[in-house]
Structure formats: structure tokens, C-alpha cells
């Protein structure tokens, strides 16, 4: 038993967690009754990431800020005209995918006891004033703006504080990630608990009806994932982006698919930003913010369910709509976070655009429950491992402009 142990601990996290995908595959579509008890790893392992992940955020960005010396470069800037560009781009591609491959359907009865937001405004409104929540309600709500705001305005408050306590905030800080190394390791119990909820609980045989919907729209996320995003990241960096963004979605998307919360892999992110060696100053503020602004995922969502609505209504859409569909989608995936349900929720805000009643936009929304099983593992998938992408992808430019020679492939 000890010879096997140790041999475990020899292989890799990735192969470890894909050990842990098949063992989850074949235990539920085998024995989905005597497996459905060990779905508790999976729960166990997403609590923990999600109950460490607002500590680890509020620590990490406080201390980065409090020790952060003037004039040192940290690619915020760049990192988040990525991000903007990102989610723009990919509602783009997904209103052009779905004019060339219209889908037509047949709508269920809506989302019940949910309720959209009314508009642009109340989105940005709601996500201003998630800005300026209580910290200690933002920390227990996981609301990351929330953080992000209180942890930045804390550091800036501790600029001048004794060496002591800054090094007191680092201590807290290096002991929290140590924390997130920790629930980390147990990734392929938590995998295959995950899988054996998902196909236990869910099944596939619901989606099949809805299959052109989601060709459309995984189609697109894959299509962002690994050509979009490339592209954004060979012309930022000038070199061979594949070997980046083959890493990231082994070690960021794998998880972020099946646990399907952004926030549960903030921890994940940060700690393959680490092992990429990027600057930890910069990366404990654009992971916890992309997991809030960059959801290239969720704009590919909301346009494809909209035009989806448009087409089953036979309503006629003229290319500088279309367009402005695709800057409304960013605009509202920017602020899905702030939204109580997610890119699905705004579906109706985006639907307005076309005269869509609410009650028919809110049917397009019980669709998207029905696929969210898959719908919204891709999405995630996408939004979070885009996270350390960038953000890689803006330290790589700035290094590159310094003079100092970036092999991608060495690099990752």
C-alpha cells in the first residue's frame, strides 16, 4: 500500500484527476447505485474551494497592494483590455455562428420563480453596488468585486504600516495558499464524485431534443477556446500560443467543467499562475477580477439563446443590430456575476432588443436550464481557464518589450 502511494504521488495532478474522471465514468454507468454515495467527494471538494477562495482572494490582493513599491510594473492594463476584448469577440463569433447555423425551438415552459433584470442599468447598478458591500457580507456571499474593492482600498490603508505587520499579512497569505495546495491534492477524489453526480443525477437522454442547440453552442465556445484566444495571444505575445493555451485548459478548464463555479477555481487559477511563474502581484488581482469581467463563455451564451428566440419567432435581424447584440452580450457578461442565476438570467435583457416578450425570452431561459448540465460546464470552462491565459499572456508581452526572450514552450 505504501509502494502505491507512493507511486501516485509520483504522477502528475493532470493525470491523477483524469485516473480520477474514468474511475467516476465507469463507477456510475456500472454500479450507479453504489456509487451515488461517494457523490459527498465531489460536494466536499467544491465547498472547500469555494469556503477558501474569498480568504485566499481578500489575503493575497491586500498583501500584494500593501508591499507593492511605486512605479513597479503589474500589466493590470493590458491584462483587462484582454479581458474586454475577449468577451466581445466571442459574442461576435457566436451572433455569426448562429446567422450561418440558425436553430429553431420548441419552447418549454419558462424558469419559474426566477426574475430577470430589467435592463443594462440594472445590471451595472447591481454589480456598482456590489462594489461597496458590507466586507465581511461580501467574504460570506463570495461576492469577488466586493473583495477585490475592500482588499485593494485595505492595502492602499497599509502602505505605511510597520514592515511587521506587512510581513504578518504575508505569513497569513503564504499559509492560505499553502491551504489551497492542500484541498488541491484532492482534485481527482472531488473529479470523480462530480462525474458520478452529473450522470447519475442528470443523464444525457434530456439534451439529446436539444442537440443542434448545443452544437451551436459548444461549438462556438471550442472555436473561441482554441482559435479566438490563440490568435488574441500570438499577436500579443509574437509567439506559438498553442503550448499556453493547451496548459491552461488541461489545468484550469478540466476542473473549472466540473465543479462549474468560476469562484471554486479561483484557487486552482492562482496556483497554476504560480507554477508558470507569474508575477504574483499582478496575478492575485486579474484572476479573482476575470472570474467577475472575462466571461467570453457567458457572451456566447446569451447570444446564441437570443438569436435561438429570434429565429423560433421568425423575426428579421439587420447586421448593425446583430452587432450591437454583440457588444450588449459583453456588456451583460461583464455583469453576470453580479446577476443571481448567471448568463441565463439575462437572456431577456438581451432578447428586448428584438421586441422578445419577456414571458417567451423567460421559456428561452428554461431551455437553458434543461442544457445546463453541458451548457454551463463549457461556459465555465472557457471563462476561467481565459483567466490565466491573459493574464500569462500580458506578462509574457510586457517581458518581451523589456528586451528579455520568452520561449512559450519553455515558459510552460
Known amino acids: 500500500m505504501k509502494d502505491l502511494f507512493k507511486k501516485w504521488n509520483q504522477l502528475s495532478l493532470v493525470k491523477q484527476i483524469i485516473i480520477g474522471l474514468v474511475v467516476g465514468i465507469f463507477l456510475a454507468v456500472a454500479i450507479p447505485a453504489a456509487a451515488k454515495p461517494l457523490v459527498i467527494f465531489g460536494s466536499l471538494f467544491v465547498g472547500a474551494l469555494k469556503g477558501i477562495a474569498p480568504v485566499l482572494v481578500l489575503f493575497l490582493v491586500m498583501s500584494a497592494i500593501a508591499q507593492h513599491k511605486s512605479g513597479q510594473q503589474t500589466n493590470m492594463k493590458a491584462i483587462i483590455i484582454l479581458y474586454l476584448l475577449g468577451t466581445f469577440l466571442a459574442g461576435l ?48 456571499n463570495a461576492n469577488y468585486i466586493g473583495i477585490l474593492a475592500w482588499a485593494v482600498v485595505l492595502g492602499i490603508a497599509l502602505r505605511n504600516a510597520p514592515d511587521t505587520t506587512k510581513t504578518m499579512i504575508s505569513n497569513f497569505s503564504d499559509a492560505i495558499s499553502k491551504m489551497v495546495t492542500w484541498v488541491i491534492r484532492f482534485a481527482p477524489l472531488g473529479i470523480m464524485g462530480l462525474v458520478i453526480e452529473s450522470i447519475t443525477t442528470n443523464g444525457l437522454e434530456s439534451l439529446l431534443s436539444y442537440g443542434k442547440l448545443l452544437a451551436v453552442l459548444i461549438g462556438c465556445m471550442l472555436f473561441v477556446a482554441f482559435v479566438v484566444n490563440p490568435a488574441i495571444v500570438f499577436f500579443t505575445t509574437r509567439q506559438n ?172
Open 93 to 140: 463569433i457566436a451572433v455569426i455562428v448562429s446567422f450561418a447555423f440558425p436553430v429553431s425551438l420548441t419552447l418549454v415552459k419558462g424558469a419559474e420563480g426566477v426574475t430577470a433584470p430589467g435592463g443594462v442599468v440594472e445590471v451595472l447598478k447591481t454589480l456598482l453596488l456590489n462594489v461597496v458591500d458590507n466586507p465581511v457580507k461580501a467574504i460570506f
Open 241 to 412: 500560443p498553442y503550448p499556453l493555451v493547451l496548459r491552461c485548459v488541461r489545468e484550469s478548464g478540466i476542473t473549472a467543467f466540473f465543479t462549474r463555479s468560476s469562484a471554486a477555481n479561483i484557487p486552482v487559477n492562482m496556483r497554476l499562475c504560480e507554477k508558470l511563474g507569474l508575477d504574483k502581484d499582478t496575478y492575485s488581482v486579474s484572476i479573482p477580477l476575470g472570474a467577475t469581467i472575462n466571461m467570453a463563455g457567458a457572451a456566447v451564451t446569451i447570444s446564441v439563446l437570443t438569436l435561438a428566440a429570434v429565429h423560433t419567432l421568425g423575426i428579421e435581424v439587420d447586421i448593425p443590430t446583430a452587432i450591437i447584440l454583440s457588444v450588449l452580450s459583453a456588456v451583460c457578461a461583464c455583469g453576470a456575476s453580479g446577476v443571481a442565476g448567471g448568463s441565463l438570467l439575462l437572456i431577456p435583457l438581451a432578447a428586448s432588443l428584438f421586441g422578445i416578450p419577456n414571458d417567451v425570452a423567460m421559456q428561452i431561459v428554461g431551455v437553458g436550464f434543461i442544457i445546463g448540465v453541458l451548457q454551463d460546464s463549457f461556459e465555465t470552462a472557457l471563462n476561467s481557464s481565459t483567466d490565466v491565459l491573459f493574464t500569462a499572456a500580458a506578462e509574457y508581452r510586457n517581458r518581451r518589450k523589456e528586451g528579455k526572450s520568452i520561449n512559450m514552450k519553455q515558459a510552460v
